[in-house]
């Protein structure tokens, strides 16, 4: 074989396969979200991405067994409260050994300064919620999250098979 020849066959073998791509992302929305499944080309494992759609306001990701509320990443929210359905408010910091036994956040030490202007609640506080109200320090007026809409979501990330690894919300912007 020529070098010629190799080199078209190679050519040729690389046009019909196309270039090898580890990882294949598909992104949809729905009502607000986006969700991004991306799928391993070889074993076919999925990991996924949830978003609210918040361009110029707060957002919210959905990470592992907890939901990130964002705001101003310059915002240190470690005297942020939260409180679910107009409940009781609590303070996020008290959840934190919770947050990281379930690996929503990946350190103590986060909790000394909460970083990016996040708060994070674990999932299992949220389950069925329509609304969390946050306050992210004293100095800002309280937000209110509308989750009317996670939850169908949710379950439509379930039957494609999602699993949201990213274990730290807080670092994982909208």
């Known amino acids: 074989m020529t070098l010629a020849s190799a080199a078209a066959a190679a050519l040729l073998f690389g046009l019909i396969?196309?270039?090898y791509r580890p990882i294949e992302s598909k992104v949809y929305a729905q009502n607000g979200w986006l969700l991004t499944v991306h799928t391993d080309t070889f074993n076919h494992a999925k990991t996924c991405d949830l978003e609210t759609q918040a361009w110029g306001r707060p957002g919210v990701t959905v990470g592992r067994q907890a939901?990130?509320?964002?705001?101003?990443?310059?915002?240190?929210t470690y005297d942020a409260w939260y409180s679910i359905d107009g409940g009781p408010p609590q303070a996020w910091r008290d959840q934190g050994a919770k947050l990281i036994h379930v690996g929503a956040m990946a350190t103590a030490e986060k909790l000394d300064n909460a970083t990016e202007g996040a708060v994070v609640v674990p999932m299992d506080a949220l389950v069925g919620a329509h609304s969390v109200t946050v306050r992210p320090t004293?100095?800002?007026?309280?937000y209110v999250f509308d989750?009317?809409?996670l939850w169908p979501v949710l379950a439509s990330a379930d039957g494609l098979g999602c699993q949201f690894t990213n274990h730290d919300p807080v670092l994982t912007k909208p």
């Open 17 to 19: 396969h196309g270039p």
């Open 67 to 76: 939901l990130a509320f964002h705001f101003d990443p310059r915002i240190d």
């Open 138 to 142: 004293l100095k800002h007026r309280p």
């Open 147 to 149: 989750l009317t809409t």
